[in-house]
């Protein structure tokens, strides 16, 4: 019978859909037509959510009463899982601000060239944190044998 889920796992499954609700938000934003009025401001308020988000997902998990620390607790044979999101998560952190000084720094009326390395960067971003997401459905699975939730 699978173990009842633990308020860190509660609380890492919400940060876990408000964190799909960031990466949507931002891949709306990057297929919006650049020529659009405003597409960096608009595109420069998604990754700050998006920032905003892992941030919380980062404290939802690798806090000291964390789902990780709990993960530990009652699983200790998954900590290389463990610190392998862990590692994930100081990347993903730093290209996020990356990101945002990128869109930061373009001018007002970008040229198509900016345009490409802002949806090249901010795609290869989105992918890595869709992997990541699922590397942590499959930890939390074979943890506690329940599925976080796709969140959709």
Not at 133 to 148: H, M, N
Request: hydrophobic share 45%.
């Amino acid at each position: 019978m699978p173990a009842e889920p633990s308020s860190p796992f509660i609380v890492a499954r919400h940060r876990r859909a408000e964190l799909l609700a960031a990466i949507n938000g931002l891949e709306g934003a990057l297929a919006a037509p650049s020529a659009e009025p405003r597409w960096t401001e608009h595109l420069a308020e998604q990754v700050e959510v998006l920032g905003h988000s892992f941030a919380d997902h980062v404290t939802a998990t690798e806090s000291p009463d964390g789902m990780y620390a709990d993960i530990l607790r009652t699983a200790p044979r998954l900590s290389r899982g463990v610190q392998r999101l862990v590692a994930e998560h100081d990347d993903a952190t730093v290209s996020i601000e990356a990101l945002a000084k990128l869109v930061d720094d373009a001018p007002p009326d970008a040229d198509p060239a900016w345009v490409d390395l802002i949806r090249d960067e901010a795609t290869e971003l989105l992918a890595r944190l869709v992997r990541h997401r699922q590397r942590g459905a499959d930890l939390v699975f074979e943890a506690y044998q329940r599925d976080i939730g796709g969140c959709d």
